[in-house]
């Protein structure tokens, strides 16, 4: 790791700020067994900022069987907007912590 750092001192402007604990939404946990990543904090502010905070925990994304249709009515601009928001807010879960919610969102 030293040496790598060295390097890369070398060939760039760099500050070793050593181990990271928090990314944008994301926190870093160092423990024996490993490192740990949790979004918590991120999840929580995003129900919240949706309204959602309390909201039910399902064990399962959707139904079995469940069959999705095509929405029919034009959706007023503001609400496409929260929606897609909604969709990239939890994109960035999948991305971070949650790879099993890519298939439902």
């Given at each position: 790791m030293?040496?790598?750092?060295?390097?890369?001192?070398?060939?760039?402007?760099?500050?070793?700020?050593?181990?990271?604990?928090?990314?944008?939404g994301l926190h870093i946990t160092y423990t024996s067994e490993?490192?740990?990543l949790t979004q918590e904090r991120y999840i929580g502010t995003i129900l919240s900022r949706f309204g959602m905070e309390n909201s039910n925990?399902?064990?399962i994304p959707l139904p079995k069987g469940?069959?999705?249709t095509?929405?029919?009515?034009?959706q007023p601009k503001e609400?496409?907007?929260t929606y897609q928001s909604?969709?990239?807010?939890?994109?960035y879960l999948v991305t971070g912590t949650r790879p099993d919610l890519a298939y439902t969102i």
């Open positions: 030293t040496t790598l750092i060295t390097d890369l001192k070398t060939a760039f402007e760099i500050s070793d700020l050593g181990e990271a604990s928090f990314l944008p490993g490192i740990a925990t399902v064990s469940i069959i999705l095509k929405g029919i009515t034009e609400q496409v907007t909604m969709i990239g807010s939890l994109m």
